[in-house]
Structure formats: C-alpha cells, structure tokens
C-alpha cells in the first residue's frame, strides 16, 4: 500500500512540475496597447481553427524553399468560434517576414499573398511557448482572461492574432478592438 501511495505521490508532482513548467499556474496579464504593424506571408483557410497546423507546415516548407528562415508563425482568426460554423471560419494562416523577405518574395508574387497586419486599437497577452502544448493550454488559459478584460472594461473584441514567437519562446495574443 505505501508502495502505490508513493508511486501516486511522484506522478502527481510530476504532473504538477509539469504544468508549472508548462505556465498553467502563471497569471495571464492583459493590456490594452497599440501594436506595431507587420508584414505576413500566409495562405487563406477557411475551417475549423484546431485544424490549422498542415497551413503553417506548408507555409513554413515553401518559405524556407525560398530561402527565408521563418521564426514567428501568425495565425489570424477572423471569426469567433461561438457565432460561426465551424466549416465557416476563416483564417489567414502564415509567419511574419521582414521588408528583406518581401523583396526575396517579389518574383515569386504569385505564389505568396502577402498583407500588411495592423491592430490600431488591441488587448494584448502572452502566454509561455514550450511546444505544442502550449498553444492548447494558452488557448484554455487566455481566451477567458480577454473575455473577462473586454467585459470588465465595456469593450468589444473581433479578429484576433496569435503569433508563435520562436524566438522568444512567446504566444503573444493580439486582440483588435471595434
């Protein structure tokens, strides 16, 4: 018997390490702030959100087959899941390139769509990014906390982009305000 209580004692810390690790006991903080504009290559998708992983793949693939290195993924999620069809969600799927990248992409313009993201007005929050993971637990963690934010501050919310910071192992959640 105490063998078994020993061996549910460790699985729970490490379960508890785990999560801890992973940011789910970390206090989501959100702001309301002016985003700087940027520059992303992407391809259009229209469907459910969970299922965007082969875009960025693809993006990621045909980027680098080009000669750009990508580190920050972006994911703009133009409909809210609560009021639209899940087959009817649209999204831009892709990764921030520089005004260098832009250039390498010019004689290959019909093969990229390239936009210019602009949140004038936003709520803004950061979540840990340590693997895939994250995403799902941000996503569980931070949606609520903005939710909460707009209500307690009388605002209305509408596109909303996610962007996988590599290079700061960051998920920085950018909410535009209407």
Known sequence: MKIVLWIVGIIVVLVLGFLLYMGAFSPVKVS?????PFFMAYEDYVGEYKNV??????V????ISKGIKPTK??????????????DKLRSMIGYMITDADIKTLKPFAKEFKIQKVMFDKA??????????????????????????YLVANKLKGGPVAEIYDMNINKIIYVMQLL
């Open 60 to 63: 990621n693939k045909h980027l």
């Open 123 to 148: 709520i803004v929050a950061e979540f840990p990014l340590k693997n895939q993971l994250s995403i799902l637990l941000g996503i569980t963690k931070v949606y609520p906390t903005m939710s909460k």
């Open 53 to 58: 992983m082969p875009v960025f793949e693809k």
């Open 73 to 86: 993924g972006v994911g703009v999620y133009l409909d809210d899941p609560k009021t639209v069809a899940k």
């Open 32 to 36: 309301q702030e002016k985003v700087q």
